[in-house]
Structure formats: C-alpha cells, structure tokens
T-cell receptor, first 115, second 115 residues
Framework: SQQGEEDPQALSIQEGENATMNCSYK?????LQWYRQNSGRGLVHLIL?????REKHSGRLRVTLDTSKKSSSLLITASRAADTASYFC???????????????FGTGTRLTIIP | GAVVSQHPSWVICKSGTSVKIECRSL??????MFWYRQFPKQSLMLMAT?????????EQGVEKDKFLINHASLTLSTLTVTSAHPEDSSFYIC???????????FGDGTRLSIL
C-alpha cells in the first residue's frame, strides 16, 4: 500500500497556538495535497505543493515538502476553534491514461483547538 | 465555485436492499469522478475512478458487481451498492475534478447503515 502515515494521530492545543502535523509517504510523487475534514462531512482542499517545490503558504497555512525524506508538514498558525477537524495529506504518484490523478490519503491527524 | 453535491446524506435500510448514491457537480463539468469509502476514524480508501462515458476503473479488492458505478454525464455519477449487507455500512464520499492537474472537490458524503 502507498498509504502514508501522519503524525501525530491526535493533537490538542490552546486557541492561538500553532499546530504542526507531519506526513510521510512511501513512493515518489507528482504532488502532495492537504485536506481538512470536519466531523461527518466531506473534504475541503487546503493546499497543493508540487514535487519541485519546498515550501508554500496560504493564509495561516504553511506547507513544507522534503522529497529526500518523503515527508511533508502542515503548520497552522494562530489556531482558532474553527480549525478543529481532521487533516489528511494525500499524494499523487502518477498521471493516469485519462490524465486524472489518483489521490492516496494518509491516516490523518485529528486536531482539537481548545477555546 | 466547484461545488459537489452528494445525495442522500444519510440512509438506513434493510439487508438485501440496493442503495443508489448520487454525486453531482453543480457549477462545473467534471471529466472524472472518484468514489471513496471511509470507516470511522480512518482514512479514505479509493474504490473506483469514473470517467464520463467510460467504464469505471475499480481498485484492487473492490467488487465491481457489488458497487455499480455509472457516469452518464459530465455532471452526474452514481454509485449503487447492490444487495447491501451490514458489512457495507460505511461513509461513502465522492469527488470530482474538472480536468487533470486540478484538485478534487468533494461531496459531503453519504452515511450508509445496513440493518
């Protein structure tokens, strides 16, 4: 299985603190994406980082990618109660014949922000 | 933009019943739709990739006769769980993408409970 692992599995922090989640994967990738899932809901795309990129920012989010270590991290700064959710990394290894990309999801981190 | 609607959001039915789940892209045309299954507190597992006008591509271990997928138009894909049994109870999530190299947009999922 190409499924990645995320660390930690669960994280609880005080509102206003920064939250860092890590993702490791097993095979070479085309890109890596981070998603958020609120309880019982679908996934919301947060950010995509390509294999030739090392860092990317979007608002309070900062993503890093180290292809030599096959790992990525997601940093959420100045956390808010609304950030409480599960966060998944997903990798794209190759482009299929139709040119569409299969996502392989990590195991997820359950983030709880304590008001 | 890029809204994906999934219906129904929740269904309970008796063992042996067939259940159809719809996935619609409301404001864009989706060349590809994906169907995932998610067990409680676990990651998403890709079941199949559906391209409009073509047969779906199933992942290893997913029974194509059990999980029928139809992608008749650029805005609608359906997943039918045939003769459902309690072990089919799960959270099913669809996603859609406009074209290659674009993020997938997810529906809110369907919680299926088979009694």
């Amino acid at each position: 299985s190409q499924q990645g692992e995320e660390d930690p599995q669960a994280l609880s922090i005080q509102e206003g603190e920064n939250a860092t989640m890590n993702c490791s994967y097993k095979t070479s990738i085309n890109n890596l994406q981070w998603y958020r899932q609120n309880s019982g809901r679908g996934l919301v795309h947060l950010i995509l980082i390509r294999s030739n990129e090392r860092e990317k920012h979007s608002g309070r989010l900062r993503v890093t990618l180290d292809t030599s270590k096959k790992s990525s991290s997601l940093l959420i700064t100045a956390s808010r109660a609304a950030d409480t959710a599960s966060y998944f990394c997903a990798t794209v290894g190759s482009i299929s014949n139709f040119g569409n990309e299969k996502l392989t999801f990590g195991t997820g981190t359950r983030l709880t922000i304590i008001p | 933009g890029a809204v994906v609607s999934q219906h129904p959001s929740w269904v309970i039915c008796k063992s042996g019943t067939s259940v159809k789940i719809e996935c619609r892209s409301l404001d864009f045309q989706a060349t590809t739709m994906f169907w995932y299954r998610q067990f409680p507190k676990q990651s998403l597992m890709l079941m199949a990739t559906s391209n409009e006008g073509s047969k779906a591509t199933y992942e290893q271990g997913v029974e194509k006769d059990k999980f029928l997928i139809n992608h008749a138009s650029l805005t609608l894909s359906t997943l039918t769980v045939t003769s459902a049994h309690p072990e089919d109870s799960s959270f099913y999530i669809c996603s859609a993408s406009r074209y290659s190299n674009q993020p997938q947009h997810f529906g809110d999922g369907t919680r299926l409970s088979i009694l």
